[in-house]
């Protein structure tokens, strides 16, 4: 059974098209991104999958549920991590996840066994008796996915979980999702870092002006722009005809670099290296550079998924707060 | 079951958030107090033909209410806080039901509402009040319904806020009106032909009720008040739990 599946969904608000005519299916324990620039529909997608909102037109079924029919049951098996902070302030961690589980009718014991695994999970063990509106953007951040977890869901949603955050407390947030894979867990991501889709993603669906326009892991999509490219620095005197290897789509040399556009990077290094030794080229260096779905997104739609003045005004939203 | 649960629970949160605001509580207590205490001095010469008690005693279960519609007002549309803030979401997203949130909500407002209004009667002792210690019982009653009905029409409006700018309109154009034609003040028949609005005011019953319990001077019928507060109430939760449900986050 797939753990979501989407068939034609489109909400439109005031006859905006926010989400026009989706498809998707996300299999149990995959990691499946949602990938696209801001307005592109992640959002709005998610909050219909969450049961938040109610589609125009379409249906999806989330855990085996319909949405809209069967909404609680929907909510039984998910957690949420969302966009903005959810947690309340003026309570303490370990009070923000009794809360939570109590919600989703955890009993006592339970409660109790989940909050310490949770806070272990994401590190947060010493702060459990803090109140939250001390904590850091960070760590409000780790606690939140540490909720999101605490009443064991089948499918665990984030809306940009690393948005905002600094680097290494992106790095240990991507540690903490990779470990999810052990569980079983589904995780359905939404960003517009290409890293992050990249890195945790089995499979990823590019979403831009509310369509999806691509779907597949990060692998094949990336072979839709066209191929690897390899560098390589060479010594001495070279003849072009050396490196008029079978495999390679096309071969500039310059200067001693030599660029080879090849299907797969990683396959084609060790036999462009035999065959080149064979010819008595000396190698100084190679470089391997795969494309991004950046540049898949490019690609496609003509257009770069970052927007740097994004990032600046949401971290100016939350220190207003 | 699991409904209760979350009833309990969110009621819980609103009681740990009350009790832990220390500034916010015994501050909110300030003005109403202030207003007993010169108010009673300030007018204990002055003659109302209609009354029976003393002005001290004929007030303080007026302010008693006051306090109450305050509070319960307010907890109903900080709702709004938690839409704001995002909480909301992550209650809208378990598996609880929208009625069970909204009465959830009611319940916490209500019961820091009435615990307010029991500190409030508790300074009002000091100021000279004398209730009769019999009326304790069917006065609680009261305010419990006072109350829930309060934090009904909070959380009604917190449903057509979308910030919490609204509060300044909420407090100038609702509250204070409703104060002052409910007879905490003084009596509704001094207000001659406006007296008609007065006995539109749910919070009005309230106040009799509050003030026939404790001192036994009541302008309306005891019974009378307890069926029109009881009714209200019930209606304004189905009317708030129905606005609730249709609210987006």
New interface residues.
């Given amino acids: 059974m797939a753990a979501i599946l989407v068939e034609n969904l489109t909400k439109s608000f005031n006859g905006f098209k926010a989400v026009d005519s989706i498809n998707l299916e996300v299999s149990e324990g995959e990691v499946f991104g949602l990938l696209g620039p801001n307005g592109a529909g992640k959002t709005t997608t998610i909050k219909i999958l ?4 109610k589609p125009t037109s379409g249906k999806a079924f989330v855990a085996g549920y319909d949405v809209v029919k069967r909404a ?2 929907v ?2 098996r ?1 957690g ?1 991590v ?1 966009q ?8 303490t961690a370990v ?1 923000n996840l009794d ?2 589980g ?4 955890m009993d006592g014991r339970s409660r109790r066994r989940r909050i310490k695994e949770v806070l272990e999970l994401v590190g947060l063990e010493d702060k459990a008796n803090v109140l939250v509106k001390n904590f850091s953007g960070g760590m409000q951040r780790r606690l939140e996915i540490a ?1 999101g977890l605490m009443h064991e869901p089948e499918i665990l949603f984030l809306d940009e979980p690393t948005l905002g955050l600094d680097v290494q407390t992106r790095r240990r947030i991507w540690e903490y999702i990779e470990s999810l894979k052990e569980s079983g867990v589904t995780v359905v991501i939404t960003t517009h870092y290409i890293e992050e889709a990249e890195r945790l993603c089995d499979r990823v669906a590019i979403i831009d002006l509310g369509r999806i326009i691509a779907i597949g892991s990060p692998n094949k999509l990336r072979k839709l722009v066209g191929g690897d490219l390899i560098t390589l620095e060479v010594d001495g005197n070279v003849n072009f005809s050396d490196f008029n290897i079978s495999i390679a789509e096309k071969v500039t040399v310059r200067n001693g670099i030599v660029e080879m556009t090849v299907k797969n990077g990683e396959e084609a290094i060790p036999l462009i290296i035999e065959s080149l030794q064979s010819k008595g080229v000396k190698i100084k260096s190679v470089s391997l550079r795969r494309p991004t779905l950046e540049d898949v997104f490019v690609s496609l739609t003509g257009r770069r998924i970052r927007d740097e003045g994004e990032e600046w005004k949401f971290w100016l939203r939350m220190r207003r ?1 | 079951m699991r409904e209760l649960q979350g009833i309990y629970v969110l009621w819980l949160r609103d009681l740990k958030r009350y009790v832990r605001a220390r500034s916010r509580l015994f501050g909110s207590l300030g003005m109403p107090f202030f207003f007993l205490i010169f108010f009673s001095l300030g007018f204990r010469r002055a003659h109302i033909p209609s009354l029976t008690i003393s002005y001290t005693d004929f007030l303080a279960p007026g302010i008693i209410a006051m306090v109450i519609l305050f509070t319960s007002v307010f907890s109903g549309v900080s709702v709004v806080w938690d839409r704001q803030f995002g909480f909301l979401r992550e209650i809208m997203v378990a598996p609880i039901s929208r009625t069970a949130i909204a009465l959830g909500r009611i319940l916490g407002g209500a019961t820091t509402a009435v615990l307010q209004g029991w500190l409030m009667l508790l300074a009002s002792l000091a100021v000279g009040f004398s209730p009769n210690p019999i009326g304790l019982f069917p006065a609680a009653l009261f305010m419990v319904l006072l109350a829930i009905a309060f934090t009904g029409v909070g959380i009604a409006f917190s449903t057509l806020m979308r910030d919490v700018h609204g509060f300044q309109i909420i407090i100038n154009f609702f509250i204070f009106p409703v104060f002052l034609l409910s007879g905490a003040v003084f009596p509704v028949k001094e207000l001659g032909f406006v007296a008609p609005l007065a006995m539109l005011n749910p919070m009005s019953y309230g106040v009799d009720g509050i003030r026939w319990s404790l001192t036994g001077y009541s302008e309306i019928s005891p019974f009378f008040d307890f069926f029109v507060l009881f009714t209200f109430s019930l209606a304004i939760v189905l009317i708030a739990s129905y606005l609730f449900k249709r609210t987006e986050v």
């Fill in positions: 969450v049961t938040l909102l609680e049951e909510r039984k998910i949420v969302f903005e902070p959810t947690l309340d302030l003026e309570l009070e809360f939570h109590r919600l989703y009718g909720r707060r």
